[in-house]
């Protein structure tokens, strides 16, 4: 009533209005893009840089509709790394199986913005066994075979592909230094080989994602 007025400045307070979440980017990991390993994906299958602090949570999804789940609770400014173990693998209901697999992140920030699930995504292909050797485990040629003729063919297959197909050999064992072998996997010998005798040899082939098998 008596007509007092304060200042304006008296009484004051103020606030962060934050109404939205920076989006958070997916990489893939090491070696992942031709296909992720067991070892490559317990070494960090995606890195996921989001908004300081944050909490973001990655799901992987296989081709069955199986999925794990992994929780940042706090992200950092550098990023974070996300790794599938041993148990994460596997045709289980909460593991996930070889081939595509999908990622999606949805992040939540400090003052509860939360991005849809879809946002940042990407894909790879999970990939943890090795090529399926068809060929024989032995083989004879005659004394005298010429360097450019095929002793002994090496054929495998990977996850059903076709033979040879995304598939690197490369030989070892004893007599491994006394052969070649080419892109197809066929063996042939370095030198002319002028007495008759027996020779020892593994032939190993490795898929695309560095899974190796051994005949």
Same mark, same amino acid.
């Given at each position: *009533?008596?007509?007092? +007025?304060?200042?304006?400045?008296?009484?004051?307070t103020?606030?962060?209005?934050?109404? $939205?979440?920076?989006a958070t980017?997916?990489?893939?990991?090491?070696?992942?893009?031709g !296909?992720?390993?067991?070892?490559?994906?317990? *070494?960090g #299958?995606?890195?996921?840089?989001?908004?300081?602090g944050?909490? %973001?949570?990655?799901?992987?999804?296989?081709? &069955?509709?199986?999925? #794990?789940?992994?929780? %940042?609770?706090a992200?950092?400014?550098s990023?974070?790394?996300?790794a599938?173990?041993?148990?994460? +693998? !596997?045709?289980?209901?909460?593991?996930?199986?070889?081939?595509a697999i999908?990622?999606?992140v949805?992040?939540?920030?400090?003052?509860?913005n939360?991005? @849809?699930?879809? $946002?940042?995504?990407t894909?790879?292909?999970?990939d943890?066994?090795?090529?399926?050797?068809? @060929?024989a485990?032995t083989?004879s040629?005659?004394?005298?075979?010429p360097?450019s003729?095929?002793?002994y063919? *090496?054929?495998?297959?990977?996850n059903?592909g076709?033979?040879d197909?995304?598939?690197?050999?490369?030989? !070892?064992?004893?007599?491994?230094? +006394?052969?070649?072998? @080419?892109?197809?996997? *066929?063996?042939t010998?370095k030198?002319?080989?002028?007495t008759? !005798?027996?020779?020892?040899?593994? &032939?190993?082939?490795?898929?695309a994602?560095?899974?190796?098998s051994t005949?």
């Open positions: *009533a008596a007509g007092n +007025l304060t200042s304006a400045t008296t009484g004051t103020s606030f962060n209005l934050d109404t $939205t979440v920076a980017a997916v990489a893939l990991g090491a070696g992942v893009s !296909g992720a390993n067991a070892a490559e994906a317990a *070494a #299958v995606v890195k996921v840089t989001g908004e300081v944050s909490k %973001i949570v990655v799901t992987f999804t296989d081709s &069955v509709g199986h999925t #794990v789940t992994k929780t %940042i609770n992200a950092s400014a990023g974070d790394t996300v599938l173990v041993a148990a994460d +693998l !596997g045709t289980g209901a909460n593991q996930l199986k070889d081939g999908t990622v999606s949805a992040t939540t920030d400090a003052a509860g939360l991005t @849809s699930a879809t $946002t940042g995504t894909s790879f292909n999970l943890t066994s090795g090529p399926v050797f068809s @060929s485990t083989a040629t005659p004394v005298n075979t360097t003729t095929t002793v063919d *090496a054929n495998a297959t990977d059903g076709a033979v197909a995304g598939i690197t050999y490369t030989l !070892g064992g004893t007599n491994a230094s +006394l052969f070649n072998i @080419s892109s197809t996997g *066929a063996v010998f030198s002319i080989p002028t008759a !005798g027996s020779y020892s040899f593994t &032939v190993t082939g490795a898929d994602a560095g899974n190796p005949q």
